[in-house]
Nanobody, 117 residues
Framework: QGRLVESGGGLVQEGGTLRLSCATP??????????WSWYRQTPGTERELVAS???????TYADSVKGRFTISRDNAVRAIYLQMNGLRPEDTDQYFC?????????WGQGTQVTVSS
């Protein structure tokens, strides 16, 4: 089985924007029926759930990103996205995608987001 592949991270100034992408290795049916999430983690800390999107497109967000981040999904290409606006230095982290519930897939490499003040 392939791995999750996250991309789109980078270095931006405070207030900037980034759009993260996640390519998933699952088949179309599996992708369509699962809820997917974005997580972030600083080395040495636990992963934090950032945003989730269910099969019908319902979304939930951590309070810290509500109103600034938008999660979306494209069932046709089996990908999920995270539009990040109004970035803050505290958003600096490694970002990962995975399913919202178990069983989860093996974690990918993630993509680094760094926000300078």
């Amino acid at each position: 089985q392939g791995r999750l592949v996250e991309s789109g991270g980078g270095l931006v100034q405070e207030g900037g924007t980034l759009r993260l992408s996640c390519a998933t290795p699952v088949d179309a049916r599996t992708f369509r029926i699962r809820a997917w999430s974005w997580y972030r983690q600083t080395p040495g800390t636990e992963r934090e759930l950032v945003a989730s999107i269910g099969p019908p497109g319902d979304t939930t967000y951590a309070d810290s990103v509500k109103g600034r981040f938008t999660i979306s999904r494209d069932n046709a290409v089996r990908a999920i996205y995270l539009q990040m606006n109004g970035l803050r230095p505290e958003d600096t982290d490694q970002y990962f995608c995975n399913t919202y519930t178990y069983p989860m897939l093996p974690w990918g490499q993630g993509t680094q987001v760094t926000v300078s003040s």
